[in-house]
């Protein structure tokens, strides 16, 4: 899958029906007694934006949008106007005034810093009680970002990738200090595998016409497989600067660092979903590199090695586990 720089048409999303939802087994024993199986880790979004379309005008604008992006081929951004902004003052009355409720640069607690890692990935909390669950943020809206090192505001020193949401400091944080950020966003959405046949339109009169459904689903790092290429992806990278590697890329690779003291950089375990394997690493090279969730460092892997990599639960929290070879 591309992203393609296509902004879904914001007067239908705004009338859109939808939101957050997990998928979640539940079994009931012999006695009654309910377990839940958490498949998903994180929520994922989707919609129906039918409920949007009030007019033939908008109804030929989603037919457009739905060629152009080959059905549920390549995903693009989706404004939620229940969800579009790391500030949580920020209600569907700002949605086309957004200034008037800024992101703050203490919104989102992004790591910590270790005196190495200069990349990290913004996200929103959603808070509740004593938990708090993290959603990447994977497209940022331009010129919202602020960002703060133990509360002072960084006006420079910093960038974002805005089709990732990771944000790379120009020198590292040093060994403690508290990394926030906040945004604006875009939903990476698709259209959902049931209109990828047919999109259902209808022609109601000689003016109108109207959508009986039209489904879409949020893609979480997703990619086009091609009939040559290895179904979990991957490949080999040579670097000689630390790099970070996102899922979306592949699963399996093999690595080259040019020189010592360099570091891979994947997710963050916690907006990972349990299990695994997530990557397989494999050093090329003639020298250790250091394995990053993050800030959190997840081990060595040395030259000629090859290294498995999980995500267990452990007392509630989740961590990356290595299977090193």
Known sequence: MTLHDALFPTDVSYGSVGGPGFYTNLITTDSGVDEAVARWSRPR???????????????????????????????????????????????????????????????????????????????????SGSQTVYAPIAIVKTGTTVVSLDLVDQASGWSVNLLTGLITFTSPPGAGVVVRAGCEFYIKLRYGKDVDRVLPLRCDDFSTGSLPSVPLIEDIDGSTIDEDRLPMGGGRKAFSASISIAQSEGVSWELVPASSGLTVTVEAAADMPSGGPHYAFYNAGADSLTLKGSATTIGTLAAGAYVRLDIWKVGGSKTWKGMYV
Do not use: E, M, W
């Open 45 to 127: 979004r989707s919609y129906d934006v039918s409920y949007g379309i009030k007019n033939y005008t908008q109804l030929q604008t989603v037919r457009n949008h739905y060629n152009a992006r080959l059905g549920c081929q390549n995903p693009f951004p989706y404004k939620d106007p229940l969800d579009f902004s790391t500030n949580t003052a920020a209600t569907p009355k700002h949605y086309s005034n957004s200034a008037a409720v800024p992101p703050s640069n203490a919104d989102a607690l992004l790591g910590v810093g270790d005196g190495t890692t200069t990349t990290f990935r913004l996200r929103k909390p959603y808070a």
